[in-house]
Nanobody
Framework: QVQLVESGGGLVQAGGSLRLSCAASGRTFSAYAMGWFRQAPGKEREFVAAISWNNVYIYYVDSVKGRFTISRDNAKNTVYLQMNSLKPEDTAVYYC??????????????????WGQGTQVTVSS
């Protein structure tokens, strides 16, 4: 079992920045690829970013490329999502997830085994 706890969400103006953190406990964090997903009201959950267990492979959805950066610190059992130049359309609940099925990272939610409870990000115009 892996427990994931997100933090760092909040209200920010368009153009601002936030850094989300996801702290993991339980089984060996470095054995898992990690991902960030988000879900806006009335919409399906969508992939945002993913990172392999060894920091080598990184993926982003096109809409956040150049603005968001995913990183991880295996010594601290934490994955981060730095979000810059935020837009109102980035407003959503953001979830981190851990995958043992695809340790090189995945854009597919069904390949993730564990999920956090989510943190709200609201970007005002």
């Amino acid at each position: 079992q892996v427990q994931l706890v997100e933090s760092g969400g909040g209200l920010v103006q368009a153009g601002g920045s936030l850094r989300l953190s996801c702290a993991a406990s339980g089984r060996t964090f470095s054995a898992y690829a990690m991902g960030w997903f988000r879900q806006a009201p009335g919409k399906e959950r969508e992939f945002v970013a993913a990172i392999s267990w060894n920091n080598v492979y990184i993926y982003y959805v096109d809409s956040v490329k150049g603005r968001f950066t995913i990183s991880r610190d295996n010594a601290k059992n934490t994955v981060y999502l730095q979000m810059n130049s935020l837009k109102p359309e980035d407003t959503a609940v953001y979830y981190c997830a851990a995958s043992s099925q695809s340790t090189y990272g995945s854009t597919r939610s069904y390949e993730y085994d564990y999920w956090g409870q989510g943190t709200q990000v609201t970007v005002s115009s």
